[in-house]
């Protein structure tokens, strides 16, 4: 048996449909949905990530505008950009790219983003909306495996799914959108003793810890489907992710590639969220 590969491409082009569909509305009303992506790094892997999105921004009809403050911004310079962003009316989605610069306080400077323009789900406001069942934009990356195993069809009401990661940015939030679909759910993390015993009895596992192979074969039940978030740069300079997909591939019936994943996906859900927040607030109460 070979696991199927589940492309992230096919999922991000139905995506870019519904984002086409929202903008045909809103410029049919006057109105330009609009992405802001505030950045102060010189990282080369942020500048490539924060020119994806601007492009994408381009082929749906997006007005996208990246602040580059520069890597010696200041927590001040970078507190007036988030604050001017929230206050104008003709930005509808805000991302502050990470990393910051050293002695910045990233967790601090997200509670600055508005929850209706948290695209990227930064906010522990959206989180928390998130967790009480309240209308909130989850972390982009982990709506985006939600997408993933809606788009192939994988079931997940009475399933047992294994996530392995507690981080804002993945696991904890993932985890609540798994509860939504009445999954039944097993956070793992680097504490937890015995990974194997919790992975091998769930029929979905998702690894998003950021250690690459950590995941291999004697941690995957015959016939489970596994959701690969992670992406670490190996010694010959390729992009792999947290599993071991040689060793998984044989065992699982489904497996996301890494590259070509998840994170295809997450670019074209931000552009989706920007035309959300746009319609929602395009609304005007009678």
Known sequence: MSAQLLQGLPVARALR?????????????????????????????????????????????????????????????????????????????????????????AAQL????????????????????LAAGMPAFAAATAQAVIEVLDH???????????????????????????????????????????????????????????RAGLLRSEHVGLGSVVVDVGTNVDDQGNLVGDADAASVQSIARALTPVPGGVGTVTTALLMLRTTQSALERSVVPA
């Open 152 to 210: 192939y069809r994988i079931p997940l009401a009475g399933e047992d799914v294994a996530v392995i990661g507690r981080s804002m940015v993945v696991g904890k939030p993932l985890a609540q959108l798994l509860l939504q679909r009445d999954a039944t759910v097993t956070l793992c993390h680097s504490r937890t003793s015995d990974l194997a015993n919790h992975t091998r009895r769930a029929s979905v596992v998702v690894v998003a810890a950021g």
């Open 110 to 129: 997200v509670r600055l983003i508005p929850p209706e323009k948290d695209v990227d789900g930064a906010n522990p406001l959206s989180f928390g909306r």
């Open 17 to 105: 449909e519904r984002t086409a569909q929202n903008v045909a509305q809103l410029h049919g009303d006057g109105i330009v949905p609009r992405v802001a992506v505030v950045v102060a790094t010189d990282n080369e892997s942020t500048g490539w990530y924060v020119r994806s999105i601007a492009q994408q921004a381009a082929k749906a009809s997006i007005h996208c505008d990246v602040l580059d403050l520069g890597a010696q911004a200041d927590a001040a310079e970078l507190t007036a950009a988030l604050r001017a962003l929230a206050a104008d009316d003709q930005v509808h989605g805000i991302i502050l790219q990470t990393p910051l610069p050293a002695g910045v306080d």
